[in-house]
């Protein structure tokens, strides 16, 4: 890559520049995606970052192309999904850009690092984690999210986990949108429907909040549980308090873009980068994990937005 | 022509369509012969538009056919009252504000050149048309633009540019000033020449006995009478009227008595950019002053301008010797000027909603206590229908259900329900029926004398020499002379508004 | 002449279907939903109080929004921006209940961050002080202290209901000035109005959640109710008639009365059929069309701080996302002329209780995820078209 | 006597403002931009012809569906439904490339698939047997065997395209059939369709995106252009003019073309004016409205591939977004009335840009995420508000 080579040698001239594209924040996840970017930026201020925010595809392929005329040197690319996002991906690669891609990955291998976290397990593991706890029987109902691909991995992974329960008989799954208001309800009319209900598989704490309200309200506490997913601290302290409610949570760290950001910056910032890169993995699975009273602790992070 | 005369052109057999709320047609029958102008009278909400609208292919009858030219024929839209050669000069015009003169008169039916509208030609022949009905303004301006008069030359020429066998026109003249109806008159007459055959509806009788070969009159949704060309020319004004209310009527003007003393309003160098230039002008109280002019003469800006309706370039106006500022038509409403606009359905009434709330829209204040007392708002509406003849099955109805002179009613229900200190109204008789007219020139004379002084905006010159104390004469938007009642004859009006030396 | 008048005006059928159509709608879904319930899925929970009230609660919040939608749309407007000064409006709410209940840790803590940044500096590095609250906040804490408003939790609340309706009537305001004074179209005003509150919100949040710091008392109006005596969902939980829903009817009725039989009614109505003529008739259709903005506004304010107090939270990004379109469509359905002029209170509440079922509707059934769109939206066009097609033209 | 009028209508300052004040606040708005960059940040990438190109090829898109939604507004209607139908439309196009190219592969799995079936019923056990590709799909891919089309990449390309436009014009008639023979409210019928399109797009996709098995001769196009001889953006990498602005700058003209000199321009101006003058004027208005929404269908489909071919691909769930909205603004800020009548191509296109240049101003000045928002919605309200003013009452 005779074009790398020369963005190497000029990239001590001037102050770095690195620019992070990510989805916007349309539920508390993605919120805390931004947050999390921030916070690593700011550790960083030898970088000239710039951070910009896509609702869709397109717009995030906008943000990128702008970023390439600002000249950045990197990329983090957390992608909104990655089919369409590859082409430009791929673009900025040619120019000799350093592109490190979270969580979504690109269709092709344009990435310099890959930093992914596991949706497929993130569905496996929470749904055996629930199964267990329901003793592989019982009434289970699913809510799923923002009808994407993120979704669909996590749903087919969970249903291929729960299908090998038979006695795990699912009543019913409707969208809660990762959101409160949209869990409450949803969960309000789960209630409504079905007289008894072992567990609620609520994939994200959004609506697990809302879902557990509407289960209070309903004064079924004592009938079910819920798992949610991602870790919101709220959630992750009430595993901590041994809520009867909610006995574990699995997380999706939106912290992993924070880990994207260091690494950018990182490799960049002293115009090292070749060599650097010569020591960094082009492939980063961050695991995700189960989250129990016993280790809650070490996965609450009380002043985050999530 | 004579024998064509005795196959109808047109034959209607009991044809019946009710509305609901409202029976506009029960079982009327006429025939109407090739190369005649037929006149058409009869009370307002008699059901004239209502019939002429099924033969134009806007509204179907409930019973009844209607045999063109021994076809019988069902038009389901306009388009195929069009293509069987019928066209229609509709009451209210019904115009395109957007688009140019031009292109509102060939709507629908644009010359195009390789599938693009062809504007040369398009302009050359509505300049044709415009000239024809001898119209003050091109082709290329936006309708939006246009007084209420031009938009109607606009329809009339609109009109004539489809040469249809049979033209109905509906009220034509009912905004013109005695200028443009001469014009009118003389091109219906080239038309008949052509042998076309025209339908002509009107309250302005004199008009009707002097155009027309035969005249049909009508009554509650009914053709009672039916005079052919023997018998027309052996009628009178009067007799012709008292066929169509059903009772002999009066001369319509009530004597005028002295005007007060007092000036109720005072206009100084008034004007607008564009359409008034430096008007002056003062109306005492118990004052009726006309205002005569040809169309654009621009008496409508001017009252709009006093209105606050308009911007003013410049000018004060004075009510009761004291200046006031007016910003808007509150400011005006607030110093006691009221003013009927002679557009009323663009800037008159809210067609949709109920004639109660029409007619108490400016006063609605009086029956909030503090919520709206709706009996009340009835009552007092039930008065205006009794007073005012409107036919109206109740005070809720829609105000666009009603006939045009009826709206014409309600719009001038709701300006008296203001109860203002100066009145001005612009047309104020438009495609009113004779006996109403007699009910509102009476009620007009009695307001005045009781002190309120009215501006009398009218394009009916006999209107304006019978009522006013005074008639100011405009042209071109200035004021040229004001006559004394005394010495106010047709000929030195006519002069002045059209700006020749008086003789 | 008037009296067969009279008898035909009982028979003005289109009227007539124009006035029941949406009522007929909202039976045929009703009736239809509960027998599918029956025949697909063996069970018959959907018309159950319980499911009722549940529907009733979700879509009160829609309802309040819907009526204010109600006015502007006779007004011959549109707003587009209620969902997000919905969640703006509820989500300052919190945070001022928030920055006043929780005043006195609030300042402890910026007053340890400090103390911690001195010694540091002494210690000789030099960290970029960090406060956890910012500086603003602790002055309006300050303050509260000081006015002794609210650091108690009641006063708290009220604190959060006042600036929730200021900072929604506010915004509607607005909105209203821009319409007349500016003349700019109503839909490009209140679709930045949409961008623009939903990115104050979210600034203010840092994009996260405003989080009520009193749960108890703030969450127990809008998830509370009235008691139905006797009647239990499970044992020890009574049946409620919800809160929300009794805000909702109350305003609708207010609402009602005030668009029939007041002046102000009447002059949106009259703006809204023929503004032109409006004008002439000395109406000051400026004024009348900015408190149409500006009681929209309040209106929003009321449903944001009721969601707040429903979910005891915000969430800046996502709360009242949409609102703005199922309350035009209600307001739609319930047989308002979208181009104005006239329209009714009655029909808008019918047409929130459609949407509301429908959405059960969706959940009951079990319609597939991808396919919920389809479903709704093939269920709102034709709830239209049937009204439409009864009357004939 | 008319001199004096001619006169009144030469000086008609207003419509001078309104046919200008696009252009200029799309110039403020580049000017403010450019010095804003270069003070704050010390650059001047902004105006590099690069971004410029990149400007106009990332709202080319919008554009298309823009020109579209002029007709459709100056008519008196709007159409929410374009984003989800350019979706749709997109999807279903790659999705039929993909069954074309993919012919014999995705027969091949399928007849393994039941193969296995076979053995494993043969075995005596009976797992279900799941088909990786629908047997619907598998009989199309038949299909374009058979009748040879677009086994081969271009064949297929073609196939992609004619599939999306005619489902889009399809959709885009159905919407205009409901609108005049249904009667019922534009808002609500393509309200409707913002559902229904999306959703049936999901369902066809799972939920997931639809990926163009096709990427370098199907991906050409949209990401393409042609090269301006002697400038590189990167050593090898030429400067572009992109086709996808090449193909709304046709599309626009032509538009601007059938609307002010054909007779369904005319007429649909006409309709959003005065409907019942166009009426009486024996016009066809149920037939010009239809027309007018199954253009905007047709011009939607055109958008929805050239989506497609720039990303390789359409997400169900996102792709297209809110256009229906950027669309409407833009149409609004060209100077087009909301309320019908009249209007222009030309303001379209300008409004278009202008949004275009926000866009990436909030990017190339760094405007804080959560503020963009702001920032967005102020800037669209004041470049509309700053023509209004300009014009006096
Ligand atoms: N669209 C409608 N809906 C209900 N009633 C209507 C409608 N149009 C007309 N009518 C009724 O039909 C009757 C006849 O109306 P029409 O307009 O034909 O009277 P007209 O003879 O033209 O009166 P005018 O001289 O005032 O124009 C009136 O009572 C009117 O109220
Ligand atoms: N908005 C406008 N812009 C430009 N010219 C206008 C406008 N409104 C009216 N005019 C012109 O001003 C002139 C005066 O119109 P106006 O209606 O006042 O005449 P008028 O004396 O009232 O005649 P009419 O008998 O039609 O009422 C007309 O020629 C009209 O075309
Ligand atoms: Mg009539
Ligand atoms: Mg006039």
Known sequence: ?306 | MEQSAQIPLLQIDGLSKRFPGAIALADVSLSIHAGQVHGLVGENGAGKSTLMKVLAGIERGDSGRVVLSGKPVAFENPADAQASGIAMIHQETNLVDDLTVAENIFLGREPTRWGFVNRRRLHEAARGLLKQVDAGFGPAVKVRTLSIAERQLVEIAKAISFDARLLIMDEPTAVLTSHETQALFELIGRLKDRGVTIIYISHLLPEVLRLCDKIIVMRDGRVTTTLDEKQVPATTEQELAGLMVGRPLADHFPTRSAAGQGHALEVRDLSVAGCVYNVSFVVRRGEIIGFAGLIGAGRTEMAEAIMGLRQRSSGVVMVDGKGVDIRSARDAVRAGIGYLSEDRKGTGLHLAMSVAANVTMLSLARYCRPLIHQADEDNATRGYIDRLRIRASGPRRAVGTLSGGNQQKVLLAKWLEMNPKILIVDEPTRGVDIGAKEEIYALLRRLVDEGMACMLISSELNEVLGLSHRVAVMRQGRLEIILNAADATEQKVMHYAAGVAVA | MNVPIENSRRWDWPAVVERLGPMLALIVLVAVTAVLERLLKHESHFLKAENIFNILRQYSFVGIVAVGMTFVIISGGIDLSVGSLLACAGGIGIWMMNTAILATKLINDNALARKEYAENVAAGLNLPLELPWSAFRESLAHWSITLHLGTSEPAGVVLAVLAALVVATFAGWLNGLLITRGRVAPFIVTLGGLAAFRSIAMAIADGGEFRSASHDLFGSFGAGGISIPGQYVAEGVPLQFPNPTIVFLVIALAAAVLLRSTRYGRYVCAIGSNERAAVYSAINVNRIKSLTYTLMGFLAGIAGIMVASRTTAVTSSATGNLYELDAIAAVVIGGTRMQGGSGGIAGTVIGVLILGVIGSMLNFLDVSTYLQGLVKGVIIVVAVLLQRLGQKR
């Open chain 1, 1 to 306: 890559w005779p074009a790398r080579q020369v963005v190497a040698q000029a990239a001590p001239a001037r102050k770095v520049k690195i620019g992070v594209s990510i989805p916007a924040a349309d539920h508390g996840w993605t919120a805390g995606i931004a947050w999390w970017a921030k916070r690593a930026m700011v550790l960083h201020p030898e970088v000239d970052w710039s951070l910009a925010t896509a609702q869709n595809p397109e717009k995030q392929i906008a943000d990128i192309e702008d970023m390439m005329v600002k000249g950045v040197d990197g990329l983090v690319i957390l992608a909104t999904e990655s089919a369409p996002l590859t082409p430009v991906a791929k673009k900025a690669r040619e120019r000799g850009i350093h592109i490190v891609n979270v969580d979504r990955g690109f269709l092709e291998p344009v990435a310099d690092v890959f930093l992914e976290g596991d949706n497929k397990a993130f569905g496996r593991k929470s749904a055996e984690f629930v199964a267990k706890r329901m003793g592989g029987k019982g009434s289970l109902v699913i809510l799923s999210g923002i009808p994407c691909t993120v979704d669909t991995d996590r749903v087919t992974a969970a249903l291929e986990v729960f299908k090998r329960y038979p006695d795990i008989n699912i009543l019913g799954q409707q969208p809660a949108f990762w959101n409160r208001e949209k869990g409450l309800t949803v969960m309000q009319n789960f209630l409504a429907q079905h007289k008894n209900i072992t567990a609620v598989w609520a994939q994200d704490d959004d609506s697990l909040l809302g879902a557990k309200q509407a289960i209070k309200e309903s004064g079924r506490e004592k009938e079910m549980f819920i798992v949610g997913g991602a870790g919101m601290k709220d959630v992750v302290k009430m595993v901590m308090d041994k809520d009867p409610m909610v006995p574990g949570d699995i997380t999706y760290p939106p912290s992993m873009i924070a880990t994207g950001v260091h690494l950018s910056a990182s490799i960049l910032k002293d115009g090292k980068r070749a060599q650097v890169q010569k020591f960094m993995p082009k492939h980063l699975m961050i695991d995700v994990e189960l989250i129990t009273p016993e280790n809650a602790a070490d996965y609450y992070f009380p002043e985050s937005v999530y």
